[in-house]
Nanobody
Framework: QVQLVESGGGSVQAGGSLRLSCAAS????????MAWFRQAPGKEREAVAG????????PYADSVKGRFTISRDNDRNTLYLQMDSLKPEDTAMYYC????????????????????WGQGTQVTVSS
């Protein structure tokens, strides 16, 4: 059973940077898609960035394009989210997710496509 553990969250001022990590343990060979989601209080969970493992495709939400970068260290089985130029509206709980199936590209933003989730790490950006 694969487990996902996020880390790296914290509090920063607007314009600052954070790097989130998601360490995957267990057999990860069946994972086809990984992603970062976030959820702010009173709002729905939204997809931030995805990584299609085989194809190397990295889609992003429009709200983070040019500011966030998703990447993966295969040797360490770790997914990263580099977040630069952070804004107060980026404040949320950030979750790492993985899918064993092979979702269609346009479904990468759909939370129900993912069968594995981490516990989340809080990111707070102050103005």
């Amino acid at each position: 059973q694969v487990q996902l553990v996020e880390s790296g969250g914290g509090s920063v001022q607007a314009g600052g940077s954070l790097r989130l990590s998601c360490a995957a343990s267990g057999y990860t060979g069946s994972i086809n898609l990984m992603a970062w989601f976030r959820q702010a209080p009173g709002k729905e969970r939204e997809a931030v960035a995805g990584l299609f493992i085989s194809e190397g495709l990295t889609p992003y939400a429009d709200s983070v394009k040019g500011r966030f970068t998703i990447s993966r260290d295969n040797d360490r089985n770790t997914l990263y989210l580099q977040m630069d130029s952070l804004k107060p509206e980026d404040t949320a709980m950030y979750y790492c997710a993985a899918a064993s199936a092979s979702p269609l590209y346009w479904k990468w933003t759909t939370a129900s496509e993912y069968n594995l989730w981490g516990q989340g790490t809080q990111v707070t950006v102050s103005s």
